[in-house]
């Protein structure tokens, strides 16, 4: 199994403390240092899970949205958003329990035009607010959708497809490995966050939803909806 390389130094130090406390149980002959001794184990083991980076296969195309997070989709709501779509959007709000995938990727192709960082609070990252107020980090996608049936590009053919990743109650850490300018594919892995969180993906107003609420997604795999062609 593949591991976020994000996760390989928590990983290294839960095994240790974990050999370490079976060494000390073995040298004391104590049961109490046996019992321990395996909770520290299962919870390397725990970490070693949290961390864990499958590779992902699914359907892909220049129309379709795919989900960036492992997790459970809690809201879809007309939105206003100012920074990068400017305008109305359609929110797609996926939370991350600590049992699922934290490894994020991109929903469509295109080119990273728009990163922005906020440095915010630590709500429950289920709740309204939080798309607002935690700290969280923005990445704004042009795609093109022309490139659909590999004909020439078509006038109004590009929409901005916005991922933004929140930090939660317990989480406390972003990683985004997007650049400005760097062109990106869908389902390649786009960043992580450590520990329980939420990410939102903001579509135009006229795409069609394929997800409905409550639904679990698998990064990489699920259709969220399909951008206006």
């Known amino acids: ?9 928590f990983i290294a130090i839960a095994a240790l403390v974990a050999a370490s406390a079976f060494g000390f149980a073995i040298a004391r002959r104590s049961w109490g240092l046996w019992l321990a001794a395996f909770v520290l184990l299962l919870l390397a083991l725990w970490v070693a899970y949290f ?13 379709l949205v795919v989900s960036p997070a492992d997790g459970k989709l809690i809201m879809i709501t007309a939105v206003d958003e100012p920074s990068f779509i400017k305008g ?13 995938v ?16 906020n440095k915010g609070k630590f709500f429950n990252a289920a709740a309204e607010k939080s798309s607002l107020e935690n700290e969280q980090m923005s990445v704004g996608i042009e795609t093109d959708t022309s490139r659909a049936t590999g004909g020439p590009a078509r006038v109004g053919s590009s929409h901005r497809v916005l991922v933004r990743q929140i930090a939660g109650l317990i989480a406390r850490r972003i990683v985004t490995y997007s650049k400005v300018g760097e062109r990106v594919k869908q389902g390649d892995r786009m960043g992580i966050i450590r520990f329980g969180s939420r990410v939102d993906v903001f579509l135009p107003v006229s795409s069609t939803i394929r997800a409905k609420l409550g639904d679990i ?3 990489g795999v699920t259709v969220l909806g399909e951008l206006p062609r």
């Open 88 to 100: 109305p959007a359609i929110r797609l709000s996926i939370f991350m329990n600590v049992f699922d």
């Open 51 to 63: 961390f864990r980076d499958p590779e992902r296969l699914g359907e892909r195309g220049p129309t």
């Open 1 to 9: 199994m593949n591991f976020a390389r994000e996760g390989l130094l």
């Open 217 to 219: 997604t698998i990064a």
């Open 102 to 117: 934290h490894v994020n990727r991109y929903p469509v192709d295109g080119t990273i035009t728009y990163i922005h960082y």
